[in-house]
């Protein structure tokens, strides 16, 4: 049975500096992280708020569908969380 040919791989050689890729540290959405933080602390503080003053401070006419709303809030700013990079 005659032999296979034997493939010679190149020996492997580091791409020079000049060939290097740069990489940018910066994604451009710098916006996400301060909106959901502060969809975080207007959620609780619409919690806090409807507890501290008995239901009676954020909106009286909707009872305790504030917590809902609160939640809510809160909920928004962890879909906000999955745009960030």
């Known amino acids: 049975m005659p032999k296979s040919r034997i493939r010679k791989k190149d020996d492997f050689t580091p791409q020079s500096a000049k ?3 740069t990489i940018r540290l910066t994604s451009g ?3 996400v992280a301060p909106l959901m933080l502060a969809m975080f602390l207007i959620g609780l503080a619409w919690i806090v708020l409807f507890y501290v003053t008995t239901g009676d401070m954020p909106i009286d006419s909707i009872g305790n569908w504030n917590i809902v709303v609160g ?3 809160i909920a928004a ?3 906000v ?3 960030w990079k």
Do not use: D, N
């Open 81 to 83: 969380s999955t745009q």
């Open 77 to 79: 700013g962890f879909v």
């Open 19 to 21: 060939q290097a890729t």
């Open 29 to 31: 959405r710098s916006w």
């Open 71 to 73: 939640f809510g809030f």
